[in-house]
T-cell receptor, first 109, second 112 residues
């Protein structure tokens, strides 16, 4: 089965709303965790990462905290913008690099 | 710094034909990945190399897909014969060992 599970999309929010995209993973030990983003018509690019428990990755106003006890790495942003509309992928690395199915976010003005 | 280069960008072939994709990773990156991304889904790892050894090819359909990494640098992914369900974007990525992966623009394959 898939080692990374993301909340189903699509997610539609109004500008300045709070965003949470849930991600949980299965792994032995301590994998590295990532969020990647794919803007319309563009390739995958790294948004943020965390490599050990309790680390917080952050970039462009997005944050995610590595929670070993709940095997989670939820993505949050306090105030989304129209330009944040994209597909977001959670990924974990433990030897191999595995991605979740993606969550499409649409932000309306 | 040059990014991950892939070619071709687009390819249309008929079912049962063969096709090959090429990837040139970022210089110095030991790890190279090939993913298949079907429309609306997440990238599925097909094969992961470290230098010219295989780390994981558990989801590579070996009856029709093959991949090699020449001298631990460039890589090619081949499909022979292609099926309709192989229509997807094929992504190549590279990384330093245990670091984040950098992706190329991908090759969009359409099998008709």
């Amino acid at each position: 089965g898939n080692s990374v599970t993301q909340m189903e999309g699509p997610v539609t929010l109004s500008e300045e709303a709070f965003l949470t995209i849930n991600c949980t993973y299965t792994a032995t030990g301590y994998p590295s965790l990532f969020w990647y983003v794919q803007y319309p018509g563009e390739g995958l690019q790294l948004l943020l990462k965390a490599t050990k428990a309790d680390d917080k990755g952050s970039n462009k106003g997005f944050e995610a905290t590595y929670r070993k006890e709940t095997t989670s790495f939820h993505l949050e942003k306090g105030s989304v913008q129209v330009s944040d509309s994209a597909v977001y992928f959670c990924a974990r690395r433990q030897g191999n690099l595995i991605f979740g199915k993606g969550t499409k976010l649409s932000v309306k003005p | 710094e040059a990014g991950v280069a892939q070619s071709p960008r687009y390819k249309i072939i008929e079912k049962r034909q063969s096709v090959a994709f090429w990837c040139n990773p970022i210089s110095g990156h030991a790890t190279l990945y090939w993913y298949q991304q079907i429309l609306g889904q997440g990238p599925k790892l097909l094969i992961q190399f470290q230098n010219n050894g295989v780390v994981d090819d558990s989801q590579l359909p070996k009856d029709r897909f093959s991949a090699e990494r020449l001298k631990g640098v460039d890589s090619t992914l081949k499909i022979q014969p292609a099926k309709l369900e192989d229509s997807a974007v094929y992504l190549c990525a590279s990384s330093l060992v245990a670091e984040e992966a950098f992706f190329g623009q991908g090759t969009r394959l359409t099998v008709v």
